[in-house]
């Protein structure tokens, strides 16, 4: 009940205080929910949250090279802690702030099975992923084919994506029949909104936990405060569970 009436008094302080702007680096798969977001976090306190949406592994080159984000939401806790560890971020500002799920999607309906058999079955011909290398999703991915031991069988199918935004494009698009998403840019009203598709179990690849930290450019921004303060109250969360993810 402290660490609530807390939080909620620094999201009150922040709006209180003269209105300043956050840029904020954000893991593709999270990007419907955090414009929601951004846009509940404004008219809380009057700060504005500057998003730009892209794959992990690419925004730690960047970061590492001066981009001046103040926020990191990653698509991992990986990244986060290497940050901190290499003071490119702020040693205990990070949190999970959402565990996301992978998904076997395909625009068409009734492509996927409820039990994902169409990989082992099936008869396609392009199978989208993110890249393992940049995009934890594509690194979930390649975890989940190992584990049902597919991963040579269907790497010649493979259609890779630089993040899993990209990824669902080319699944959208029709340029790959099926790929691995995230749960969260395919969910709606706690259902699959189109197409088919197959809900992978979580113990076919690690937890997908997401952390968010504060970059060093950003530990004097009054907004950047504000934004992790917001992360974590029961409006900012109510949006994150309806998108699919879990705590």
């Given at each position: 009940?402290?660490?609530?009436?807390?939080?909620?008094?620094?999201?009150?302080?922040?709006?209180?205080?003269?209105?300043?702007?956050?840029?904020?680096?954000?893991?593709?798969?999270?990007?419907?929910?955090?414009k929601q977001i951004a846009l509940a976090f404004e008219q809380t306190t009057g700060?504005?949250?500057?998003?730009?949406?892209?794959?992990?592994?690419?925004?730690?080159?960047?970061?590492?090279?001066?981009?001046?984000?103040?926020?990191?939401?990653?698509?991992?806790?990986?990244?986060?802690?290497?940050l901190a560890q290499e003071q490119a971020a702020v040693a205990g500002s990070q949190?999970?702030?959402?565990?996301?799920?992978?998904?076997?999607?395909?625009?068409?309906?009734?492509?996927?099975?409820?039990?994902?058999?169409?990989?082992?079955?099936?008869?396609f011909a392009h199978l989208a992923l993110a890249s393992p290398k940049q995009a934890?999703?594509?690194?979930?991915?390649?975890?989940?084919?190992?584990?049902?031991?597919?991963?040579?069988?269907?790497?010649?199918?493979?259609?890779?994506?630089?993040?899993?935004?990209?990824?669902?494009?080319?699944?959208?698009?029709?340029?790959?029949?099926?790929?691995?998403?995230?749960?969260?840019?395919?969910?709606?009203?706690?259902?699959?909104?189109?197409?088919?598709?197959?809900?992978?179990?979580?113990?076919?690849?690690?937890?997908?936990?997401?952390?968010?930290?504060?970059?060093?450019?950003?530990?004097?921004?009054?907004?950047?405060?504000?934004?992790?303060?917001?992360?974590?109250?029961?409006?900012?969360?109510?949006?994150?569970?309806?998108?699919?993810?879990?705590?």
């Open positions: 009940m402290l660490r609530k009436l807390i939080g909620c008094c620094l999201v009150l302080l922040a709006g209180s205080s003269f209105a300043d702007e956050v840029q904020v680096a954000v893991a593709a798969n999270f990007a419907a929910p955090m700060h504005k949250a500057l998003l730009s949406f892209g794959a992990t592994g690419k925004f730690y080159a960047q970061i590492k090279n001066a981009a001046p984000f103040d926020i990191l939401l990653a698509a991992d806790q990986t990244t986060p802690t290497q949190f999970t702030y959402a565990i996301g799920k992978l998904v076997l999607w395909s625009a068409a309906a009734g492509l996927v099975d409820a039990q994902g058999a169409i990989l082992k079955h099936g008869s934890p999703y594509g690194a979930a991915a390649l975890e989940t084919l190992t584990a049902l031991n597919l991963v040579k069988e269907l790497s010649p199918k493979f259609v890779q994506g630089e993040s899993i935004g990209q990824t669902y494009t080319f699944v959208a698009t029709g340029n790959a029949e099926l790929g691995f998403v995230a749960l969260s840019q395919v969910w709606e009203n706690n259902q699959i909104k189109s197409g088919s598709a197959w809900i992978v179990p979580e113990n076919l690849y690690a937890p997908l936990r997401q952390d968010a930290i504060l970059l060093k450019h950003g530990k004097d921004n009054s907004a950047a405060l504000a934004l992790l303060a917001y992360l974590k109250t029961d409006a900012a969360k109510n949006i994150i569970r309806s998108y699919g993810y879990r705590f």
